[in-house]
């Protein structure tokens, strides 16, 4: 039987407290995206919460939960999400990326952040898929995590779920945390811009955003929840069907956009 690719999806995560929020529009949508994307065999998972000198990956068989977060409700440190992890998945991927030019080692003992689990406790409560999480490349540009998605591609069509996590905007400074605070321009018009580069399949002009997209020193200070999204670009290859299936912002500036690559229709999704 042949296996179906998996896609890739990047989502924009929001703060870890939206797992409390089972109202909330983002996590009715994560609850959703769970149930109609086709089950895989693993997940890997890119978080802009882990940035290492190396490339690194989780190699634990039991991941703990990592609460790497301050100032939030005492139920959230209660949390825990205990998916196995898979160690000898791990150690095939590194060989693949260190094979391939790319220096990686396994880290057996670190488990998973927020950025990873807070997604995957709404997606998938049952914690019963393997998870493994990859880092960021701490002085790695745009293009270098690009290129680290084309190398992960293949690892779809061995029913791994290649999950990026991070945000589309991320000043947590300019957050205004009125419930019916109105959307920021700058915010509105790097998201509006993010997506008509990826509707074109533009990836040129996404991997030069620093330069080209309106206010983007702005919407990103610092580029570590942008950088998973050049990951998910660079393992949905060619393939251009990018859909916008989330497009939310909250406290004014906080843009949700979440994306999905799946080269055949996803039951549910437009």
Known sequence: MTMRRQPVVFVSHGAPSLVL???AVAHRFFVRLGQTLPRPT???CISAHWQDPQLAL???AHPVTIHDFYGFPEALYQLHYLAPGDPELAS???HVLNKQGTACTVDAVRGLDHGA???LRMMYPQADIPVLQLSLMQQGSTREHYRLGTMLTALRDQGVLILASGGITHNLRELDRRADAPSAAFAVAFADWVHEQITRHDINSLLDY????PQA???HPTEEHLLPL???LGAAGDNNSGLRILHELCYGALSLDCYLWSEQPVTGWP
């Open 217 to 219: 020193q702005r919407n």
């Open 92 to 94: 095939e991927i590194c």
């Open 42 to 44: 693993a997940i890997l």
């Open 210 to 213: 620093r330069r080209a997209a």
């Open 117 to 119: 689990w807070s997604p």
């Open 230 to 232: 050049f990951v998910a």
């Open 21 to 23: 929020e089972s109202e």
């Open 58 to 60: 989780t190699g634990a």
